[in-house]
Antibody
């Protein structure tokens, strides 16, 4: 059974940093791209970033480019999102999601999310 | 990258069919057959319902179907059931090597 478990969310002040983790199990981790998708309270889904199975290629939304860094440790079956220079508009539930088949742009398994709140 | 355009809400009675539209541009929906649809119940994670415009993942009911014409894609749900009441989001790969979602559509089963 595929499982994705996010952690690392919490309350952080504007301008601060946070690192999210997503522990995966139930599939060959290094064979699949992974993404982070966020959802602000009461709002829609917003794609944040994706990374290829081998970790060579990464992609970012304009809204986070230069502030967030996606990475993965295939030896630990774990995905990360380093978030710097956080803003109030980054407040959201952050989901990690597994790519389906060969494409990172379709996601067939999602975690339950971790809440990030940026506030003073 | 602007969000794809979806109607804010749609509704239908049990047994009826409804269609949700998703409008983008030639840089996303119109340029690639990489449109997906997700269902999200309140407080839950999204679930992939349709990928690559019209393909269904294993385990998804054949009451769900997808199509595309030009810069617009559509999700059709036939034989509406109470359990279909949820938020639905489309997404598309873009020419900028990013992914864009629609604003979401709330489906109400009357």
């Amino acid at each position: 059974e595929v499982q994705l478990l996010e952690s690392g969310g919490g309350l952080v002040q504007p301008g601060g940093s946070l690192r999210l983790s997503c522990a995966a199990s139930g599939f060959t981790f290094s064979s699949y791209a992974l993404s982070w998708v966020r959802q602000a309270p009461g709002k829609g889904l917003e794609w944040v970033s994706a990374i290829s199975g081998g970790g060579i290629s990464s992609y970012y939304a304009d809204s986070v480019k230069g502030r967030f860094t996606i990475s993965r440790d295939n030896s630990k079956n774990t995905l990360y999102l380093q978030m710097n220079s956080l803003r109030a508009e980054d407040t959201a539930v952050y989901y990690c999601a597994k790519g389906f088949s060969s494409g990172w742009y379709r996601m067939n398994y999602w975690g339950q999310g971790t809440l990030v709140t940026v506030s003073s | 990258q602007s969000a794809l355009t979806q109607p804010a809400s749609v509704s239908g009675s049990p047994g009826q069919s409804i269609t949700i539209s998703c409008t983008g541009s030639s840089s996303d929906v119109g340029g690639y057959n990489y449109v997906s649809w997700y269902q999200q119940h309140p407080g839950k994670a999204p679930k992939l319902m349709i990928y690559d415009v019209s393909d269904r993942p294993s385990g998804v009911s054949n009451r769900f179907s997808g199509s595309k014409s030009g810069n617009s894609a559509s999700l059709t749900i036939s034989g509406l059931q109470a359990e279909d009441e949820a938020d639905y989001y489309c997404s598309s790969y873009t020419s900028s090597n990013t992914l864009v979602f629609g604003g979401g559509t709330k489906l109400t089963v009357l």
